[in-house]
């Protein structure tokens, strides 16, 4: 299965209202200088970034539709990678051990400000995208900070942020924000029909549903054992695990980062269905019966901790195994 990265991406579905606050900004002499794209991984945000930063590159009219032409020199430039007027910024891999850092460091954001100071070389702008501006650590925060606060002449910054929450007010308070909502189910599809041909329409559309209005996650699923891990989820809410019932759950889904991370947003969605369908009165009989082991606020305080559990644990490289434990344990009030 293949797919394009948000670099070589030239098609976005969902977000036109986004789209149209840019051009109307750039039409009225009002391109602010750093822009924040929010909203939930796997929605679209670094394919927007690019996208944005391609029609600033490619000379694009303020008015003009935001699709560029994969044919075109600067698409396929920024693609490459090799656009002069371009630099990405994300977690690189340490020197020394060769794997991929925990998060952004200083050194790289001192590349960003050598690279902001030369001479704009096509189009009179010097474009940075940041992938993942919540992956920076306090020194390299504050070094940004410095170039949000004094931006050199025809500098633009787009910071691609999952969790806009872990970066300093600072930073949040010098950028325009663009909120992204996740996807509606039809997009969802439809982007599933382009880059899974071969599949079937009642996949799409469950892959879809399980997605919950990311293209990222659903693709996930589709590349992983999504339906098997759904299965799972479902078993742990039917009876949940408690003992050697669940070190056979942790064992099984912790095995890597993948089904780790998959488990875990399914079984966060599927608490949050719980709880949006409490609200509503609109319980399934499964649904019924976990709301009668504690109430919709427990339950929404349960899905929170396991956010935690997940983000950290991910963030920070904890045991995946006791951070399912941990989970387990949680759910079961034990």
Known sequence: M???SPRDNPDLLGHAAAEQLWRTARAAGRLHHAWLITGTRGIGK??????LARSLLGGLPPEANLRMDPADPVFRRIAAGTHAGLMVLERGADE??????RDIVVDEVRGVTQFLRRTAGEGGYRVVIVDGAEDMNTNAANALLKLLEEPPPGALLFLVCHAPGLLPTTIRSRCRR???SPLAEPDVETLLGRYLPESGVEERAEMARLGEGSIGRALTLAAGD???MAAEVHRVLASLPTG???????DGVARDEESFGLFMDLLRQAISDVVRQGARGALSSHQTGLLAQRSLEGWGKVWQALTQIQDETERFALDRRQAVLAGLS???GT
């Open 46 to 51: 670094a394919t927007l970034a690019f996208r």
């Open 2 to 4: 293949t797919y394009p």
């Open 226 to 228: 999504g339906p098997a």
């Open 96 to 101: 020394k051990t060769k794997r991929m850092r």
């Open 244 to 250: 050697q019932a669940a070190l056979s759950v942790a």
């Open 330 to 332: 949680l759910m079961a």
């Open 178 to 180: 663009l909120r992204l």
